[in-house]
């Protein structure tokens, strides 16, 4: 690992111009920006700590029925919050089902959402994959178990968050803020495809940050899970994993509204 500094922006603003710099690198729980780092893929010349900004935290469950995630709201507190058990119950799931419960009390929102993929020749330091600008995708003729198996290519990763399928099959929104000033995006319009750009996740702009997620208020009639399998009871990310949210009339058999997002 490189040296590096550690810069506790004031505000948002502070914060915003502080990444829009080379080499900047956001932090909250600071899981995959460490490991990145150790693999060698990142090498950051300074960590701007966002844990500290108030606009980034805390969850609230609006009169509306709406849902706020902050972004640097942990992963435990999401799991473990009555009202989205009971209401948004696939996002609770999904959030539980993330690592282990130390990662999942330093984990966040913002960066389960903007992990980076888990492909292990992505994360070789001595791989220079399509990736990470070479010209090759080695899991096309190696080692692929862990690939996607639908929509995949030119580069075969998949994305490691648990909270994804469940965030977009709940109609999930971001809020985005940077230099050019607010935006939001429809979560599931947020990641980007390898076929758009392999070198590239999402698409946050430099010196963009999320602040929050917002989920849609659902009626009473909307019951949601989340299941994902994997090789490890414990410690481990999904092999595949599955969000359904299903609006059923109320004492009928009729769907009305359905949404399955696959991962």
């Known amino acids: 690992m490189n040296r590096f500094e550690v810069i506790t922006p004031a505000d948002l603003a502070s914060a915003s111009q502080l990444l829009a710099q080379d ?17 060698g893929i990142a090498s950051p010349t300074a960590l701007v700590n966002l844990k500290g900004l108030k606009e980034l935290g805390g969850i609230e469950v609006r009169p509306s029925g709406e849902l ?4 640097t709201a942990k ?5 473990e919050h009555p009202a989205i058990r009971a209401r948004f119950t696939a996002i609770a799931e999904a959030a539980g089902e ?3 419960a130390q990662i999942r009390n330093l984990g966040t929102v913002g960066g389960n959402l903007l992990q980076r993929p ?3 020749y992505f994360r070789n330091p001595d791989v220079n994959c399509l990736k990470k600008g070479g010209d090759t995708c080695y899991a096309i003729s190696g080692l692929n178990r862990y690939h996607a198996i639908l929509g995949g290519g030119p580069a075969f990763i998949v994305h490691p968050s ?11 929104s971001a809020t985005i803020v940077g230099p050019g000033g607010e935006r939001t995006v429809e979560l599931e319009k947020f990641f980007t495809l390898p076929a758009v750009d392999p070198k590239r996740e999402n698409s946050l702009k430099s010196g963009e940050i999320i602040t929050e997620v917002i989920v849609p208020a659902s009626p009473s009639s909307v019951r949601s899970h989340y299941l994902e ?3 490890k009871q414990s410690f481990d990310w999904p092999l595949v994993s599955v969000a359904i949210a299903i609006d059923r009339a109320p004492g009928a058999k009729t769907v009305r509204d ?3 997002v696959m991962g």
């Open 68 to 71: 706020r995630l902050g972004a």
């Open 162 to 172: 648990n909270l994804a399928p469940a965030l977009i099959a709940m109609r999930a």
């Open 258 to 260: 359905a949404r399955v």
């Open 98 to 100: 993330t690592a282990t």
């Open 23 to 39: 080499g900047h690198v956001a932090f909250a729980g600071g899981v995959d920006v460490v490991d990145l780092s150790k693999q």
């Open 118 to 120: 888990r492909c292990w």
């Open 229 to 231: 399998a994997r090789e």
């Open 75 to 79: 992963l435990s507190e999401v799991a």
